[in-house]
């Protein structure tokens, strides 16, 4: 009999962007058209054909057995028609199992359909699984002119790689058809499809940040293997490092939860508790639980995904893959190449995304030294300074600066953040406060911040680890509100207190000789007042060595206080001794600077005398 028309389109739209579109679907229909089947009955796990004729073929896919006729099936599908096929035991028919059947049931149901010459329906969601089965069933040309599979193949080609939501949801089909989807070609077709139309997009917009979203929300929907081939295509197509960073990110905060989690230290924390640790996966453990291997895998394949350029990935981002490849037990390599990136742009970070949680683990829980039960993973940032330090190393060989001093910076907030830790060893605190070089820090009032923070916290440290920990700070660096406070500071040593007091008042005397200058600038041009501010110079002068013979006695009551120190063995005695000795530097020095301020007598030095005077001051904020 003749045949209609082959197929019939019924298109809602052609699209690029692929959003707020109806399914493209092809209604097809066979050039034979077979009368023998009434009608077509499904039961639970059985279909079967209503016909005056018998069936004579029980053929199995999956659980659910159809009995059909064989004539119409080996007409199209060279593979039955190949097969010798063995009688049934329980009628006269055939029986048949196909085994791995691309599409299952549901995929073998719509072809029956086709053999009999019903008319079908092609759409994204059964078109792969369709040109997959025809392939396996061997519908080629040989057997009838239009079969299935030059069908499929066409409605694939022209309709679905056309449209880029389409090509979205084909290529999520294609999960479950492996190895045809690869044979056949269909998952290159479709990723070098999206990849052609993000990378085309890209290039031809002038404002990325305004429309790359509509890709990313698309592509993140993708499995990692899916978005592993998009990506790795993308690249070869030469998208910027930064549009690829930004849709691993995008995909990044979708498939791994806990991912924006911000740690900012202890606050908030009692410090009476027994153990100062928490983990993201308290917050979402029934979340991850089932699929922590998947997880897993996730995280390594996206690393293994990150452009090496500095600008494709933010330095932020780095330090949140870290804490959770940690979380998720990703493999030591994994880690250490997250701390290797992160050390090439620390200068990048911030003091807070360096707090990254002391998880625990089963060797932990073993250990109860107070080390192991600190709130911070100090180790992880030590490892990842030796990192920064190796890449500055190569990069001063390149004549490439680093932003050392930023990092100095940057570690002294961390410094103080992790000094509130009541578990915190000093060793710990002291090596990685030591880890940048000297001349790393042009001002050490961040670092004293960070060692007044860790005394306040430690109250019980013996005077050699309080002599000990104040060593990592030059006096001299410190800025002149911090020799102030530091001077009036009773938790530091009495020889850093007088090593401040001697630089407090190296510095008073450099800001005075600065103002000399300035001053005799302003009595040339004022000419009437040049006697008077002849005679605040003196004074000022005056003053200055009243301060340095103010120092001297400082000093030599100093020593004559260490002298009686190492004289004295009995415990109670040295402390008394040591109050006293404090109290007569206190008295010595109030009274001395009482008498210059009345011998003097001028309202011109009421500030350098305030400023000398041991008033308390709060801590250091």
């Known amino acids: 009999m003749s045949s209609p028309p082959a197929a019939q389109l019924q298109s809602s739209g052609s699209d690029s962007e692929g959003s707020g579109q109806a399914c493209e679907q092809s209604i097809v229909i066979p050039n034979r058209f077979i009368t023998i089947a009434d009608s077509f009955e499904k039961k639970e796990h059985s279909w079967f054909v209503t016909s005056q004729i018998p069936t004579d073929l029980s053929i199995q896919v999956q659980d659910v057995t159809f009995t059909v006729h064989k004539y119409p ?23 048949l199992k196909l085994e791995n059947f691309p599409g299952g049931s549901e995929t073998f149901e ?22 997959c089965a025809s392939e396996f069933l061997d519908m080629s040309e040989e057997y009838e002119d239009g079969n299935l599979i030059s069908k499929t193949e066409a409605f694939l080609t022209l309709v679905i790689l056309s449209s880029w939501k389409e090509t979205i949801t084909v290529f999520k089909s294609c999960k479950n058809l492996s190895p045809w989807a690869e044979n056949l070609q269909i998952v290159r077709r479709c990723c070098d499809s999206i990849a052609w139309k993000a990378a085309r997009e890209n290039s031809t917009t002038e404002d990325i940040a305004d429309r790359q979203g509509w890709w990313f929300d698309d592509v993140a929907t993708l499995g990692i293997d899916h978005f592993m081939r998009i990506i790795t295509t ?24 806990g991912m924006d989690v911000e740690l ?76 290797k990136r992160v050390g090439m742009m620390l200068e990048d970070a911030n003091a807070n995304d360096l707090l990254i949680p002391n998880y625990k ?20 940032v030590q490892r990842i300074m030796d990192y920064f330090l190796m890449h500055e190393q190569q990069q001063q060989q390149k004549q490439q600066n680093i932003g050392k001093t930023n990092v100095s910076k940057i570690l002294d907030n961390y410094l103080a953040e992790v000094a509130r830790d009541p578990n915190l060893s000093i060793t710990k605190f002291q090596v ?13 009032d961040g670092l004293y911040r960070a060692i007044d923070t860790y005394l306040k916290s430690h109250p019980s440290l013996s005077e050699h680890d309080r002599r000990r920990l104040c060593k990592l700070m030059n006096c001299e660096k410190l800025s002149l509100d911090a020799c102030t406070h530091a001077a009036q500071n009773d938790r530091l040593p009495l020889r850093t207190v007088v090593q401040v007091l001697f630089s407090e008042q190296v510095k008073m005397r450099t800001a005075m000789e600065e103002k000399e200058p300035a001053l005799q600038c302003d009595n040339s041009e004022q000419g009437d007042t040049q006697p008077s501010t002849s005679i605040e110079i003196k004074n000022l002068r005056e003053e200055l ?12 009551d100093y020593s004559e206080l260490q002298r009686e120190y190492e004289k004295l063995s009995n415990k109670h ?49």
């Open 73 to 95: 099936l080996m007409s199209k599908c060279g593979y039955i028609a190949r097969l010798e096929l063995q009688p049934s035991i329980s009628n006269l028919g055939y029986d």
């Open 110 to 131: 719509i072809i029956l359909k086709f053999c009999y010459g019903l008319p079908i329906a092609f759409n994204p969601n059964n078109i792969a699984p369709l040109r």
């Open 234 to 257: 993308i690249k070869v197509k030469g998208t910027k490092p930064e549009i690829i960073g930004k849709c691993i990110m995008h995909y990044a905060k979708k498939w791994l939860p």
């Open 264 to 339: 900012e230290g202890l606050r908030g924390y009692g410090y009476g508790k027994h153990e100062l640790q928490f983990s993201i996966l308290s917050a979402g453990k029934e979340e991850v639980s089932v699929g922590q291997k998947e997880q897993r895998t996730i995280i390594e394949n996206l690393v293994n995904l990150l452009p090496h350029q500095d600008e494709g990935v933010s330095c932020k981002f780095f330090l949140q893959m870290l804490k959770m490849a940690m979380v998720y037990n990703a493999s030591p390599a994994l880690i250490s190449e997250l701390e």
């Open 361 to 380: 683990n089963e060797d932990h829980a073993k250990l109860n030294s107070p080390e192991h039960n600190t709130m911070h993973n100090i180790d992880v």
């Open 432 to 444: 990685l406060a030591e880890s940048l070089p000297e001349n790393a820090r042009t001002c050490h």
């Open 545 to 556: 060595e009243n301060v340095k013979t103010r120092m001297a006695e400082l000093q030599k």
């Open 573 to 621: 005695k040295i402390v008394s001794s040591w109050s006293l000795g404090w109290r007569k530097i206190k008295n010595s020095f109030h009274s001395k600077a009482d008498a210059a301020e009345t011998g003097n007598g001028r309202q011109t030095f009421n500030s350098t005398s305030r400023r000398t005077s041991f008033r308390r001051r709060p801590s250091l904020p």
